[in-house]
């Protein structure tokens, strides 16, 4: 799932105190190292990119491979535009799904890979891959369904946890991967300064000016 790098609409977290425009090539440098890093990976599973907003797919020109299949995300939040994703593939005929967003670029793919292997056992419905900020970098599931998340404070720090408890009122099985880190904060830009698989993101942030960096690390 991935927005159009529009300035100031995305990682505006990060603002101040990057710019606006400084968030938005940020931004594009994770979705360059999300997208090299997938299709240059063995992992056995077909890649499409989700789209938001609706509308110009040229927002994503030179981010996006020409060979990854987009379509647009739908509905009015979070949880729903997350639905409509899981829906898309489905109809597709594919019998398990992993979502990811786009803010974890240096994510290892092992990861989606142990998503996929988890959904083959008998009692699991559902698995979350946990961030450390209260929500969750990665969701795969082998169904649709919609009850894990609505009624969901997206914004919130507890992100997981309520969804968790959606999953258990539902009587889901679910499986909890390892946590790892979204870049959402400043002090999360950390991650990727020493991070060789995200090259694109990392000379980014050490591109910034002495001042820039001074007050993120």
């Known amino acids: 799932m991935v927005k159009a790098p529009l300035p100031g609409h995305v990682k505006t977290r990060l603002t101040p105190p990057l710019s606006a425009d400084e968030a938005a090539g940020l931004y594009s440098s994770f979705l360059i190292d999300l997208f090299v ?14 789209i938001t907003p609706p509308g110009n797919k040229e927002d994503f020109q030179g981010l996006i491979p020409d060979d990854v299949a987009c379509f647009q995300q739908s509905g009015a939040g979070l949880g729903e535009r997350i639905e409509s994703v899981f829906r898309s593939l489905f109809e597709k005929g594919y019998s398990k799904a992993v979502v990811t967003g786009s803010d974890s670029p240096d994510m290892p793919l092992r990861l989606i890979e142990e998503a996929i292997a988890a959904l083959d056992e008998p009692d699991v419905d559902i698995v979350f891959g946990p961030a450390e900020d209260g929500g969750y970098y990665l969701v795969a599931v082998s169904r649709c369904m919609d009850a894990p998340f609505r009624d969901i404070e997206w914004s919130g720090p507890n992100v997981l946890e309520e969804t968790l408890k959606r999953v258990n009122e539902a009587a889901l099985g679910y499986r909890l991967l390892e946590p790892w880190h979204d870049v959402d904060r400043p ?30 690390i």
């Not at 240059?40 to 989700?50: G, K, T, Y």
């Open 37 to 50: 890093n997938l299709k240059c990976s063995p992992l056995a599973a077909d890649i499409f990119s989700a």
């Open 187 to 216: 002090a999360d830009l950390k991650f990727l300064l020493d991070c060789d698989s995200a090259p694109c993101s990392r000379a980014f942030i050490e591109a910034l000016s002495p001042e820039i960096k001074a007050a993120i």
